[in-house]
Structure formats: structure tokens, C-alpha cells
T-cell receptor, first 114, second 117 residues
Framework: DQQVKQNSPSLSVQEGRISILNCDYT??????FLWYKKYPAEGPTFLIS?????DKNEDGRFTVFLNKSAKHLSLHIVPSQPGDSAVYFC?????????????FGTGTQLKVEL | DAGVTQSPTHLIKTRGQQVTLRCSPI?????VSWYQQVLGQGPQFIFQ???????GRGNFPDRFSARQFPNYSSELNVNALLLGDSALYLC????????????????FGAGTRLSVL
């Protein structure tokens, strides 16, 4: 039972444009959500997070939106840069703060083209 | 500051053997978690430890075990290896008690790539 789903295995975007990565979840007990970026031969790198008490969180070029009623979150990257090309994982946790067990999606491969 | 370090980086074993993977958390971090990532999937939670106590266990067989030492480093042991255990094993550390209320991000190491032949 996939509790966190990333339905797009890949996404291709031109440099300078917006990248939108989507994530859906089914477990209503999840209350903290995170995005990690992963390059080949490296571990996942934390990008940005959001608590369920918020609907938006921004950090530089990265913004995460949370729609609790739809059980949907998205990551916006503006403007996209070639160095953003990586696999992006959405993760969720129960309890608080993201320190608890993380449930991951299957990832979206983002390719930013020149 | 050093991040999460894992050793070895790569490992090749044969079916039925046993393996021990090691993890050193970020300095000051007291919680360590282990995840298994098979090709094409997201990481799956195996164990979580805080202050040497097991705080969570994922849906993995008893062949998998772990422990945390007084210096907060951790080992993951897998006995009677199967072909299906071939995966990237990731260790993550976080600063605080996983049951606490504060923001508590998990930071990952580069992983140990285990191949079972």
C-alpha cells in the first residue's frame, strides 16, 4: 500500500522556467512533509519542509504548497537551473517535525535542459 | 562539519552470509534511522534509534537487526542474506528525540551499496 505517491516518474523543463513536482498521500495522520533531492551516488539531501498547520513554505527558489483537503503537495522551483537536475523524493511523517519514521514516494527524475 | 558517514561504501556478499553496516551521525545528533532503497523505489524505513533505545521498526524480517552505541553511532546487521537484500542502505541522523514536538529534520549519508550474489 503506497501511502505517498509521486505519479510522474520524470519531468523535463527548460532552464529558467518553473518546475512543478507533485505528491499525493493517503494517510491522514501525516502531519509533516519534506522534499529531498538525490544525485547519483549520493544520499538524499534535505530541501524544504512544511508542517500541516501551514499551506505554503518558501526558501529561495523553492516553494512547497500543501493542500490538506486534497491530500496533495507540490514543490515549485523557480527559476529552474541545470544543477537542479536530480531525483526528487517527497516524504511524510506522523508525530511532529520530520524526526519520526519517514514514508517516501517513488521519486520524480527532474531534467532541466539548457 | 562532517555529515553522516557510512561505511563501507560498497559491499559484495553471497547468499546466506551476514553483513554489518556502520553509520556515524552528525556531531550532536542523537537519533539514527536506517532505510533500504531498492532500484526505482523510494527509501523504506527499517529502524530508528534514540539514546540507544529502539524507537521504531519497519516491516522487515527478524534477519535485520540494529543497535546504537553510547557515542550515538549505529550498526545495521543483516543475517542469512537473500538476493532481494541487494539495495542501497541509507543512514539518517537527526538532532532531537523523534517523539518531540520541534522541527527535527533527518539528514542522510551517502549510503552503503550492498550486492548479494
Amino acid at each position: 500500500d503506497q501511502q505517498v505517491k509521486q505519479n510522474s516518474p520524470s519531468l523535463s523543463v527548460q532552464e529558467g522556467r518553473i518546475s512543478i513536482l507533485n505528491c499525493d498521500y493517503t494517510n491522514s495522520m501525516f502531519d509533516y512533509f519534506l522534499w529531498y533531492k538525490k544525485y547519483p551516488a549520493e544520499g538524499p539531501t534535505f530541501l524544504i519542509s512544511i508542517s500541516s498547520i501551514k499551506d505554503k513554505n518558501e526558501d529561495g527558489r523553492f516553494t512547497v504548497f500543501l493542500n490538506k483537503s486534497a491530500k496533495h503537495l507540490s514543490l515549485h522551483i523557480v527559476p529552474s537551473q541545470p544543477g537542479d537536475s536530480a531525483v526528487y523524493f517527497c516524504a511524510a511523517s506522523e508525530g511532529t517535525g520530520g524526526g519520526n519514521k519517514l514514508t517516501f514516494g517513488t521519486g520524480t527524475q527532474l531534467k532541466v535542459e539548457l | 562539519d562532517a555529515g553522516v558517514t557510512q561505511s563501507p561504501t560498497h559491499l559484495i556478499k553471497t547468499r546466506g552470509q551476514q553483513v554489518t553496516l556502520r553509520c556515524s551521525p552528525i556531531s550532536g545528533h542523537k537519533s539514527v534511522s536506517w532505510y533500504q532503497q531498492v532500484l526505482g523505489q523510494g527509501p523504506q524505513f527499517i529502524f530508528q534509534y534514540y539514546e540507544k533505545e529502539e524507537r521504531g521498526r519497519g516491516n522487515f524480517p527478524d534477519r535485520f537487526s540494529a543497535r546504537q552505541f553510547p557515542n550515538y553511532s549505529s550498526e545495521l546487521n543483516v543475517n542469512a542474506l537473500l538476493l532481494g537484500d541487494s539495495a542501497l542502505y541509507l543512514c539518517a541522523s537527526s538532532l532531537r528525540d523523534p517523539r518531540g514536538l520541534a522541527k527535527n529534520i533527518q539528514y542522510f549519508g551517502a549510503g552503503t551499496r550492498l550486492s548479494v550474489l
